[in-house]
């Protein structure tokens, strides 16, 4: 009998090795959401991930039902992979909740041979803000301040033109509605000034209109949030942020520095060309405005983001935050003249805290580009579905940008178009993100425009109030 059960005990352990394996490689294969909040006193920059590697069509496949036709898309990324323009890029999807696709594409960079992989790790840019936007939406929702409060009351930097800091509101840095033409000071930001200096210098502009009443695109202004943050918390805005989101959502790749970036086992250089072009220097200026443009991580990474602003993560963003920052605080007309490409989908347009927000053929869906020296990135979903895509890739190419249309429309059962003009037929040029540096403007514009253009451009660039209207300079 000793030797029967011991004959027994011996394929029962093998059994249970084997399930365990099966276990382990479940766990290795697939990208699920993290409840377990990470420990604080973790290393800040570079965080080892899961190592899970792409989510392709098979997995993808393996979770259906699903509307994303993946093997279709996949195709396609393929093709434009391979466009000149293109160096590198990684793809996120999630449908119903679920990470069911994620992908790299190309090189890291141009003549080298290093694949880009789900953990490749990419600059946000812009859709940084969504970033900042929620982090102070979640302290107002924990009672620790008031998104309608003056700013002036958390953010000592921030001047504004006649005093209007102690007008405007934290919300209304948020939105992007502080009565400033666009983009102030960045220019001078990009030129290595101190982000805190040329928030104290704003107040020797000419204001637009008065603050909460017209909509221009800030950098400098906008990050008054990390201000906020740390006078809330007591704590550096990049730990604050680590610490209350980026690690309670299992993102073990999110930093916000350049070191973070380049010291990664893994990361996309920056090309203002494509796969034959050489790689620039990684720009400085925007991590130094870490509210507005200091993110980077993996697309695996981007689509957890991005999953927790679909309310897949309660604990961490509330249902209360993501209608504070998912709410339309802004009417920005200009963006369907940015975007006009695709006003067969978009009828309306709106910026909340942080986010876009549009009417895609009768959708409510939530957004946001970004665009820094050689990188670019998107996200865009639909909250009721719960559905979306996210992009990051390493060069100046515009075409990626129609991918979150053909995804949409996917989603939405809308007959297919060709957005990413993988087939022949160009339209009209795809928009550069409205984040664009100064200095790539420059560089694909003429030396000295004539005169008519600049002020054609200035127009163009004129903020809207939320009728529609131009103000008035002030």
Known sequence: MPRRRGSLKKPVVILSAAAALLVAAWVTTSVSFSWRPASPDAAPENLPGNGAPDLTIAEAKRRAPARIDYRRLDERLQRLAQEPSMVGLAVGIVENGEIRFVKGYGITYGGGNEPVTADTIFRWASVSKGVAADMVAKLAGDGRLSLYEPVAKYAVSLRLPAGNEHRATVSDVLSHRLGLFSHANDSKLEDGMNPRYLRSELATLNSICPPGSCWAYQNVAYDAASEIVEKVTGKPYQQAVREQLFLPLGMSSATMSRDGLVTARSWARPHRG????????????????????????????????????MGEAPEVLSPKVLSAVQSPRASTPGELGRMRKFRERLNTAAYGLGWRIYDYAGHRIIGHRGGVTGYRSLVMFDPESKSGVVALWNSSATQPGGLEFEVMDMIFRLPFKDWMELDGKKGPPLPQPQEMLK??????????????????????????????RKPSAR
């Open 274 to 309: 494509g796969k034959n072009s050489k790689p620039v220097e990684v720009t400085e200026p925007y991590y130094r405005v870490p509210a507005a443009g200091g993110v980077n991580s993996s697309i695996k990474d981007l689509a957890i983001w991005m999953q927790a602003q």
């Open 439 to 468: 200095e790539e403007e420059e560089e694909e514009a003429p030396a000295s425009p004539p005169p008519a253009a600049a002020k054609a451009k200035a127009a163009e660039a004129q903020p809207r109030s939320a009728n529609g």
